[in-house]
């Protein structure tokens, strides 16, 4: 398989990152992964569109500013900077090839990305990412689930509080 990402800059990116082995440990350790967005941010400039981290996996609608394409660099950043601020006892059975490269287990190496098209597209996967915990079966009310955008869009008036009541989410938009 040949697989392209595409880059473009001062465009807005759906992600998924998703843990190795998929272990919940990123809630439990939120503060040390909003730590690593706030400095990688601050190196590397984006705007959070919107965001959920669940236990073993996070979603992001991401915009890079203009004349800047890079969002692998920021994920590496991100994920690096994550991964150091963590105890050791927190990494995971690693593999051969991670031990070789001397890497802990806390991310799968790569994540799925999606250049968004258009405005129909951007809100379809701002919804996805919101509605997610309740999808995963977390909350049964998005509104209840603390790691999220949802919140702020809440306050700025873009949602009403019981967003998502009822809703049936396609899966089509998202990849985990």
């Known amino acids: 398989m040949d697989y392209r990402r595409t880059y473009r800059p001062g465009a807005a990116y759906f992600f998924t ?15 040390r992964l909003r730590d690593a967005f706030r400095i990688t941010r601050r190196r590397h ?3 959070i569109d919107a965001v ?8 992001a ?7 800047d394409s890079d969002f692998s660099l920021r994920w590496r950043e991100i994920k690096r ?21 001397g890497e802990r287990a806390i991310w ?20 996805y990412v919101h509605f997610n915990p309740v999808k995963h ?18 306050r700025l008036g873009l949602y009403p509080p ?4 009822g809703l049936n989410i396609p899966d089509t938009v998202g990849r985990e």
Do not use: C, M
Not at 61 to 67: E, R
Not at 86 to 99: A, D, E, M, T, W
């Open 17 to 31: 990152l998703v843990t190795e082995a998929r272990r919940p440990i990123l809630v439990t350790h939120i503060d």
């Open 45 to 47: 400039p984006f705007e």
């Open 52 to 59: 959920v981290v669940l236990p073993d996996h996070l979603h």
């Open 61 to 67: 609608v991401l915009t890079l500013p203009d004349g």
């Open 81 to 101: 900077r994550f991964t150091q601020s963590l105890p050791l006892f927190v990494q995971g059975n690693r593999s051969p090839s991670r031990k070789r490269k």
């Open 108 to 127: 799968q190496r790569r994540f799925w990305e999606h250049l968004v098209r258009d405005e129909d597209d951007f809100a379809a996967h701002v919804d």
């Open 137 to 154: 079966g977390l909350v049964t009310e998005v509104y209840d689930w603390p790691h999220s955008s949802f919140h702020r869009y809440v």
């Open 162 to 165: 019981r967003w998502g009541s």
